[in-house]
Each structure stands twice: as C-alpha cells, then as structure tokens.
C-alpha cells in the first residue's frame, strides 16, 4: 500500500472520529443526561472519543495532516446531533444507526484494501468497526427504526455521511 493511501485512510478515519463526537455532543446538549437513551449516547460518545484520540495519535507519529474540512466538521456534527435529538429520541437512535452504516461498509473497505500491509491500522480499524456495529445495534434497538420519515431520514444522513467521507480523504 502506498504511503499516500494510508495517509488518506488516516485523515478520513481520524475526521470520521472527530465528526462522531461532535454528533454526539449535540445530541446530548439537547437530550441532557436524563432523557431516553442519554446514557447509551453517552457511553457510545466515550468510545467515539477514543477513537479519535487513537487517530490523532496516528496521524501525529506518521506525519499526516488531518483534515482541512474539520471545522466544518465540528459545526456540522454538532447541528445534526443537535437537529435529530430535537426530533426526539428515535430519530437521534435513527442518526447513529445510519452513520454506524456507513462506516461499517468503509471501514470493512479499508480492511480489504489494507490486507496485511499496516497489522496496526488493520487491527484498531477491525476493533473500532465491530465496535460501530455495536452502536448501530443498540440504536436499532433503541428505536431508530420509529424514528419519522425514517427512510428519508436515515438515508440523508447516510448520504452526507458518504459525501464527507469523500471530501475528507483528499482535502
């Protein structure tokens, strides 16, 4: 695998992270800690910020620079957590469970391309998408699929989600 490859499964890997968070703080600005599902949002915002502290890390000891979209990131992680917990519990369920789709299929997409080139990557990308589908089966779970207009809902989210998946591996 090329070193430009890597870097860019980095970048977009790290910026995914960094999205996560922020989603998640948006929705618990709005939910609180007392509202249907808080706890489980919060528990899934902690293993997100591990995530992306494991990738910082990444990207500081292999020389990548992160994203340059990711103030734009953090201000549109935050809106739309904020925007589906204001729709309620189910359709902030309904947003974890299509991003956690997303990245199940581009982080399943990295391992095929990945190989055996970077055990390291390889390995912490395997751990950190069994634990996305963990999310995604806890906010099924939890209701997303009651969420309104959850088709439209959840394959907008999902749209954006690949669109910024896209522009965060090359710029």
């Given at each position: 695998m090329s070193k430009a490859r890597s870097a860019r499964m980095?970048?977009?890997?790290?910026?995914?992270?960094?999205?996560?968070?922020r989603i998640y703080a948006g929705q618990l600005a709005?939910?609180?800690?007392?509202?249907?599902?808080?706890?489980?949002?919060?528990?899934?915002?902690?293993?997100?910020?591990?995530?992306?502290?494991?990738?910082d890390r990444l990207l500081a000891q292999r020389g990548v620079r992160p994203t340059a979209l990711q103030?734009?990131?953090?201000?549109?992680?935050?809106?739309?957590?904020?925007?589906?917990?204001?729709?309620?519990?189910?359709a902030a369920m309904a947003c974890t469970a299509a991003i956690e789709t997303e990245i199940d299929r581009h982080y399943t997409e990295q391992l095929e391309e990945l190989g055996g080139d970077d055990p390291e990557l390889g390995a912490l990308i395997e751990k950190f998408r069994d634990e996305e589908r963990e999310h995604?089966?806890?906010?099924?779970?939890?209701?997303?699929?009651?969420?309104?207009?959850?088709?439209?809902?959840?394959?907008a989210i999902r749209l954006g989600c690949r669109l910024a998946i896209r522009l965060s591996e090359r710029i």
């Open positions: 980095l970048r977009v890997d790290q910026a995914g992270e960094y999205g996560a968070v709005v939910m609180g800690d007392r509202a249907p599902h808080s706890q489980e949002v919060a528990r899934m915002a902690a293993q997100e910020a591990e995530h992306r502290a494991t990738f103030p734009l990131w953090s201000v549109a992680g935050f809106a739309l957590g904020a925007a589906t917990a204001l729709m309620g519990p189910e995604k089966e806890a906010a099924i779970a939890a209701g997303a699929e009651q969420a309104p207009a959850y088709p439209l809902l959840s394959g």
